[in-house]
């Protein structure tokens, strides 16, 4: 009894200066964020779309310019009108 008695105090000595050894060892990094998934802007008109481009800007009552100019949000607004009338062929 009276040698576990002796033995005790040097023992949690060593666990305690062993302790923080052991845990930072075993601490993980932070993974990377994952990148931003990007969405591809609208195409541009191909340049055959000149007649349905021109009837765009005259039905949204668009000053002319020319599609790269165009804001990435007025694109988007093209191409989804492109999309609802291309079946109409003026």
């Not at 930072?24 to 007649?51: E, H, K």
Request: proline share 10%; glycine share 2%.
């Amino acid at each position: 009894m009276r040698t576990t008695l002796r033995i005790f105090p040097s023992a949690l000595l060593a666990a305690a200066l062993a302790a923080p050894l052991a845990t930072t060892g075993c601490q993980q990094q932070p993974a990377p964020a994952p990148a931003p998934v990007a969405t591809p802007a609208p195409a541009a008109a191909p340049a055959n779309d000149d007649a349905s481009y021109r009837r765009w800007e005259n039905e949204t009552r668009r000053e002319h310019r020319e599609m790269e100019k165009r804001s990435e949000d007025e694109r988007r607004q093209y191409n989804d009108w492109r999309r609802e009338h291309e079946h109409e062929h003026h």
